[in-house]
Nanobody
Framework: QLQLLESGGGLVQPGGSLRLSCTTS????????IGWVRQAPGKAHEGVSC????????LYTNSAKGRFTISRDNAENTVNLQMSNVKPEDTGFYYC?????????????????WGQGIRVTVLP
């Protein structure tokens, strides 16, 4: 059974850093593009970043460019999202998502598998 398990969330001060990790199991990570999707309070899901199956291509939403870095280690079945210089608007639930076909995308409706999510709160 394909599983995605997020970790590393919590409280952080503005300007601080946080690293989210997605540990995968039940499938061969090498064949999947992995993304991070967030949902701010009262808002729709938003694609934050994604990384193509080989790691050679990444995408970021505009607000994350220059602050967030996505990486993956297929041998360790993990995908990380390093968040730096965080802002209060980064607050929300962060979901690790996966898709087998079609490559990297920030479109949240194109992911087939979702983790349960983890909360990130940037203090005001």
């Amino acid at each position: 059974q394909l599983q995605l398990l997020e970790s590393g969330g919590g409280l952080v001060q503005p300007g601080g850093s946080l690293r989210l990790s997605c540990t995968t199991s039940g499938f061969t990570l090498d064949y999947y593009s992995i993304g991070w999707v967030r949902q701010a309070p009262g808002k729709a899901h938003e694609g934050v970043s994604c990384i193509e199956s080989s790691g050679s291509s990444t995408l970021y939403t505009n607000s994350a460019k220059g602050r967030f870095t996505i990486s993956r280690d297929n041998a360790e079945n993990t995908v990380n999202l390093q968040m730096s210089n965080v802002k209060p608007e980064d607050t929300g639930f962060y979901y690790c998502v996966a898709r087998r076909r079609g490559g990297c995308t920030l479109r949240t409706d194109e992911y087939d598998y979702w983790g349960q999510g983890i909360r990130v709160t940037v203090l005001p």
